[in-house]
Each structure stands twice: as structure tokens, then as C-alpha cells.
């Protein structure tokens, strides 16, 4: 699975963004999909993940609420839609895929190249 995420951008304190990760290969639909984000001066941390058929999904305690995982099997994409955004929420922004959301969460098996997000206050 190859894994590429894009709408990054430049946006104000309480505006929203959609990032969107475009996968390739066949076994996308049975794998579990997720973002992850790494602020500068910051380790990588969890946002959220969504199973295989889009029957549970799971966040961060810091973006519950705001922020919306889904996904499109049939064209091979998963979402993240960010409203309410902070300036905390500023980052480097990972999808990833796992064959489960236990994998996803603790150690995925694909990483998508990162998109910056930067929210001014």
C-alpha cells in the first residue's frame, strides 16, 4: 500500500481544513486507516483511525470533536476534516494504514508522506 496525503495549508485559528490520503493497492478496503501529526520540537502523536469498514472510528482526546475521519473504499482515499482549528493543532500531518486499529495505533505497517498544516492565531 502506497500512501499519499495532500490539502495541507495555511489557515486562521477557528477555520477548517480537509486533508485527504489517496492509497494504492488492492487491499486498501481491508485495512484500518489513520492520521498521525508531529509538531516541531515534538514526537509523533495519534489523531485518529478509522477500521476497515468505516464500523468505528477513534481520536485523540485533543481533537475529539473537532475533528471527523472517514472513508471512501470505492476510491480509495480516507479524510480527515479539521474544524475549530487551533494553533496547537499546528503540524506535520501522516496518514498511515494498518491491518488493524491495535497495529495502526502502536506501530503501522505504511506511512504516507507528511502535509503541513499551520494554524495562525
Known amino acids: 500500500v502506497q500512501l499519499q496525503a495532500s490539502g495541507g495549508g495555511l489557515v486562521q485559528a477557528g477555520g477548517s481544513l480537509r486533508l485527504s490520503c489517496a492509497a494504492s493497492g488492492r487491499t486498501f478496503s481491508s485495512y484500518a486507516m489513520g492520521w498521525f501529526r508531529q509538531a516541531p520540537g515534538k514526537e509523533r502523536e495519534f489523531v485518529g483511525a478509522i477500521n476497515w469498514n468505516s464500523g468505528g472510528t477513534y481520536y485523540a482526546d485533543s481533537v475529539k470533536g473537532r475533528f471527523t475521519i472517514s472513508r471512501d473504499n470505492a476510491k480509495n482515499t480516507v479524510y480527515l476534516q479539521m474544524n475549530s482549528l487551533k494553533p496547537e493543532d499546528t503540524a506535520v500531518y501522516y496518514c498511515?494504514?494498518?491491518?488493524?486499529?491495535?497495529?495502526?495505533?502502536?506501530?503501522?505497517?505504511?506511512w504516507g508522506q507528511g502535509t503541513l498544516v499551520t494554524v495562525s492565531s
Open positions: 498511515a494504514a494498518g491491518p488493524t486499529i491495535l497495529v495502526l495505533t502502536t506501530g503501522p505497517h505504511y
